[in-house]
């Protein structure tokens, strides 16, 4: 299982950024897609989620900024994000599940400045 993230860089505060995670070894349109982040000292936390069949779950931080979609036809994972905080500075990880193991994508960093 490989998840390729990218996308990420600086933006300013309440501007807007999209991140993509190209994924490959899994059976794509049958996976839950996530989106999480990190900053330093503290746990990943869930942003996003969609299930294979569109249901989608969002963290309270984001919910009405962030979207998640995916397209099955080309097996990718994205994240609109709005009206970026500064709070959003983090660095941002695809992941899929499968059976009992996480896969992980290498990381991509979102510096929203003020």
């Known amino acids: 299982v490989q998840l390729q993230a990218s996308g990420g860089g600086l933006a300013l505060t309440g501007g807007s950024l999209t991140l993509s995670c190209a994924a490959s070894g899994i059976v794509f349109s049958w996976s839950i897609m996530n989106w999480y982040r990190q900053v330093p000292e503290n746990e990943r936390e869930l942003v996003a989620r969609i299930t294979g069949g569109g249901k989608l779950t969002y963290a309270d931080s984001v919910k009405g900024r962030f979207t998640i979609s995916r397209d099955n036809a080309n097996n990718t994972v994205s994240l609109q994000m709005n009206d970026l905080k500064p709070e959003d500075t983090a660095i941002y990880y695809c992941?899929?599940?499968?059976?009992?193991?996480?896969?992980w994508g290498k990381g991509t960093l979102v510096t929203v400045s003020s």
């Open positions: 992941n899929t599940r499968r059976g009992t193991i996480d896969y």
